[in-house]
């Protein structure tokens, strides 16, 4: 059993960890893509769901070379697609269940330090963590897309923020995967989680974080 009490900085994804929002931006994502076709539409739903943690704009552009098909396209068009999705998910995430217990582990956790580490949008999470009165849960900061997972923890890393021992806590299989290239310990959570992977060598797997308060 790992020792929860021990660790110095917590990293969270923010989909399906912190917010119930995994189904909401597979949805955005069919519904941006539904003016190609339901076919091709339901071929990207497949990639982001086999591709979770992965940025939205990586997804939209191979949405665009390898489902649709086109060696070339104007910006114009990926902004549309980027555009559109933003706006059905946007207020998804202003009114999707957050995390029972999330607040009960910061105050277990305290003096450690939190961050989001996510695959949405960076400037779009500040703006809903502030709206929703959790930005001043995450004291280290929020991170997202456009730079990858594997990117960001790397800056941390290299900024000398994330003191160890550190865990991140996540229900992607990129998640897992990014956690053990950063050389941190990992969490896998599964009640919202859309991952098919197995997560065996997780260091810990539970359901939520309120399952996860129970272990301190």
């Not at 990293?11 to 399906?16: N, P, S, V, Y």
């Not at 059905?88 to 989001?116: H, K, M, N, Y």
């Amino acid at each position: 059993m790992i020792d929860l009490m021990g660790y110095r900085t917590w990293l969270f994804d923010c989909d399906g960890v912190v917010l119930n929002s995994n189904r909401i931006k597979t949805d955005a994502f069919f519904r941006a893509a539904e003016p190609y076709g339901a076919g091709y539409a339901q071929q990207l739903v497949d990639y982001h769901v086999q591709n979770g943690g992965v940025s939205r704009y990586v997804k939209f552009q191979r949405f665009l070379t390898d489902i649709v098909g086109r060696k070339d396209y104007e910006k114009e068009e990926l902004d549309r697609l980027l555009a559109d999705y933003a706006g059905f998910v946007e207020q998804g995430l202003l009114s999707c269940e957050v995390a029972p217990g999330l607040d009960r582990l910061r105050a277990l956790t305290q003096p450690a330090r939190w961050f989001i580490v996510s695959g949405g949008d960076q400037e779009e999470l500040r703006s809903v963590f502030r709206q929703r009165g959790l930005d001043a849960l995450f004291d280290g900061g929020i991170y997202g897309s456009p730079s990858t997972k594997d990117d960001i923890l790397a800056a941390l890393e290299r900024e000398g923020v994330v003191d160890s021992p550190a865990v991140f806590i996540g229900d992607s299989q990129y998640d897992f995967e990014a956690a053990r290239r950063a050389g941190l310990d990992f969490v896998f959570v599964s009640d919202w989680s859309e991952s098919a992977f197995d997560f065996k060598d997780a260091d810990l797997k539970r359901g939520s974080l309120a399952e996860l308060v129970s272990q301190f």
